[in-house]
C-alpha cells in the first residue's frame, strides 16, 4: 500500500495519563493499514521559514476498527505533540498514510514477545487487537510495558482482554503501594533465566532507541539470530 494523502476530522480528545493524550479522527476516505504502521502527520508552518513539517505516529487501533486512534506523548518544545494537543472533535489536520515495515509476521510454532517503553505500546495494541493476530496466535505471548511510575501506565484493560497474552508492566520509580514488578523491561527479561526460551521467540522492540540497544545485546547474548529481533525506535 503506497502512502496517499488524507484529510482527517478530530473525533475525540482525551488524556490517557498526565503527559499522555489519545486523540481519534475519521479520515475523509478509507484508511487501509497493517496493525503496527503510522501515519506522517503535517504540522502546518512550524518549519523553518514557515514551511510545513510532518511527524510521525503510530497508529494504536487496529485496522478494524473506527476512528483510528493516536496515543501521543507530550513533548516540551514539540511541534508535533503541541499542535495535535490543541485539536478537539470538529477540528481537521492532513496526514499521509500507511507507512512503516513494523508489523506482526507470524511464524510456525514459534513465540512472541513484545517489549515497550511509554507510548511504544501503541503498535503492539494495534497488533494484538487486529483481526490478522487472532486468525496467527503465537504459541505463547508475553507483552511487556516499561515506564516510571504508576500513573505512566496505558491500555492496561486493552491486554488484559486478550486471551493467551501474559502483560506484565514494570515501573522504575515505584510508589510503597505498587505490588508489581520493579524495574526496568530489561531487568524483568534477565530474570527470566534459563526457563525461558529465547531462540524459540520473535522479539518486537519499540520505544527509547537506550532500551531497544540494551534487549538486543541481551539477547544476542542468549543466543537469538537478527531475523528474530524487530524494532521500531521512537525518537524525541
Known amino acids: ?15 490517557l495519563t498526565p503527559t499522555v493524550f489519545e486523540t481519534t479522527f475519521e479520515p475523509q476516505k478509507p484508511l487501509e493499514f497493517k496493525a503496527g504502521q503510522f501515519v506522517s502527520i503535517v504540522i502546518p508552518g512550524a518549519g523553518p521559514g514557515g514551511r ?3 511527524r510521525a505516529y503510530s497508529i494504536a487501533s487496529p485496522p478494524e476498527t473506527r476512528p483510528v486512534e493516536l496515543c501521543i506523548k507530550i513533548v516540551e518544545d514539540g511541534p508535533g505533540t503541541n499542535y495535535l494537543a490543541k485539536l478537539r472533535p470538529g477540528d ?15 511464524k510456525p510454532g514459534k513465540n512472541v514477545c513484545f517489549i515497550a517503553t511509554g507510548t511504544g ?31 505512566e501506565l496505558l491500555y492496561l484493560d486493552a491486554f488484559d482482554s486478550v486471551a493467551g497474552v501474559k502483560f506484565v508492566p514494570t515501573i522504575t520509580q515505584p510508589s510503597p503501594e505498587w505490588t508489581g514488578f520493579k524495574g526496568r523491561v530489561t ?20 520505544g527509547n532507541g537506550a532500551m531497544i540497544t540494551e534487549i538486543k545485546t541481551l539477547l544476542a547474548e542468549k543466543g537469538v539470530q537478527k531475523d528474530s529481533i524487530h524494532q521500531e525506535i521512537y525518537y524525541r
Not at 505500546?121 to 504459541?139: K, N
Request: net charge neutral.
Open 1 to 15: 500500500m503506497r502512502p496517499i494523502e488524507y484529510q482527517c476530522t478530530v473525533t475525540s480528545f482525551r488524556w
Open 52 to 54: 510545513d513539517l510532518r
Open 92 to 106: 481537521t489536520f492532513r496526514a499521509f498514510a500507511p507507512y512503516g515495515d513494523f508489523v506482526y509476521k507470524p
Open 121 to 151: 505500546i501503541a503498535p503492539f495494541r494495534s497488533m494484538v487487537l487486529s483481526e490478522h493476530f487472532s486468525a496467527h496466535l503465537p504459541a505463547q505471548t508475553l507483552c511487556l510495558l516499561g515506564v516510571r511510575k504508576e500513573d
Open 187 to 206: 531487568d524483568y527479561l534477565r530474570s527470566l533465566g534459563a526457563d525461558f526460551n529465547w531462540v524459540g521467540t520473535d522479539y518486537y522492540l519499540c
